[in-house]
């Protein structure tokens, strides 16, 4: 969160918000971010393309953004919108740009769809992915080193991933069976 290069850490108790800012000798400073209502749940990502962590904040249907002045601790609170219920964001550089995006899955549905987030302004432009079949759980990661965030898949039997389209779509590829048991560490 304060740019550095060190991973930082987020606390979040409901309605309170801070970060210890880790540095490179096992120490930290706490730094008090602010506060939010109860209810909504923080996501990580930099979605203003400062280089710099910032916080999503989702609440079922809203969902707006911490983005954080990494020199103070200060924060700019940004408006995004809204998102009908049942969807779960999933955060990532979809598009390849630099800045954070967020796709949506619905559960339920299946339904897949991502935000392209525009980081001078934190207005989007939404994609259709697709969708996924039921009993499949998300994770994120470059699975095949193109520089842009793709969707992982695992129903406790299988692991896939869908290469994004940054104007929408997927190719998917079958990635091999999982053994009983295992789970994918987020």
């Not at 800012?21 to 602010?34: D, M, P, S």
């Not at 990502?45 to 020199?71: A, H, K």
């Not at 049942?86 to 897949?112: C, E, H, K, M, R």
């Amino acid at each position: 969160f304060n740019g550095d290069g060190v991973s930082d850490v987020l606390w979040y108790n409901g309605t309170s918000v801070s970060t210890y800012l880790l540095n490179a000798n096992g120490g930290y400073t706490w730094r008090n971010v602010g506060s939010v209502s109860g209810g909504n749940t923080p996501f990580v990502g930099d979605f203003n393309g400062d280089g710099t962590s910032d916080i999503l904040w989702s609440n079922g249907t809203q969902v707006s953004t911490y983005l954080i002045n990494p020199t103070n601790g200060s924060y700019t609170w940004r408006n995004i919108g809204s998102v009908s219920a049942g969807y779960t964001p999933i955060v990532g550089d979809f598009s390849g740009d630099g800045t954070s995006d967020i796709a949506w899955w619905n559960q339920s549905t299946g339904a897949l769809s991502y935000y392209e987030i525009n980081p001078s302004t934190g207005n989007y432009t939404w994609h259709n992915i697709g969708a996924v079949a039921a009993g499949y759980t998300p994770f994120v990661g470059d699975f095949n080193g193109d520089g842009k965030a793709d969707i992982g898949w695992t129903n406790g039997s299988s692991l896939s991933y869908y290469d994004i389209n940054p104007s929408g779509g997927y190719t998917w590829h079958g990635i091999g069976a999982v053994s009983a048991g295992y789970q994918v560490v987020k």
